[in-house]
Nanobody, 127 residues
């Protein structure tokens, strides 16, 4: 079983940057695709970004493409989300998630396909 702990959230002004981190414990991290999702107040949780288990494939929601960058370090069991040019509409709780037993090139945008989740970290962007 893999456990995930997010960190790096906080309050930032519009146009600023934040880097979220997700620390994973467990033996299956290196064989898991990883994703970031977010949930804004009063809204459904939505896909933000994902990365294949080896890091060679990535995908982004249209709303964050060109502003956010997902990466991972399998030696450290870490996943990151670099968020630049933040907007007020990026305000949400951000969740890290893992999908086990994925092909090396694959990732998923579908929330229901993920097997384990972190507790979330709050990101607030002031306009």
């Amino acid at each position: 079983q893999v456990q995930l702990v997010e960190s790096g959230g906080g309050l930032v002004q519009a146009g600023g940057s934040l880097r979220l981190s997700c620390a994973a414990s467990g033996r299956t991290f290196s064989t898991s695709a990883m994703g970031w999702f977010r949930q804004a107040p009063g809204k459904e949780r939505e896909f933000v970004a994902a990365i294949s288990r080896g890091g060679g494939s990535t995908g982004y929601a249209d709303s964050v493409k060109g502003r956010f960058t997902i990466s991972r370090d399998n030696r450290k069991n870490m996943v990151y989300l670099q968020m630049d040019s933040l907007k007020a509409e990026d305000t949400a709780i951000y969740y890290c998630a893992g999908k086990e037993r994925t092909p090396s090139y694959a990732y998923s945008r579908r929330e229901y396909e993920y097997d384990y989740w972190g507790q979330g970290t709050q990101v607030t962007v002031s306009s």
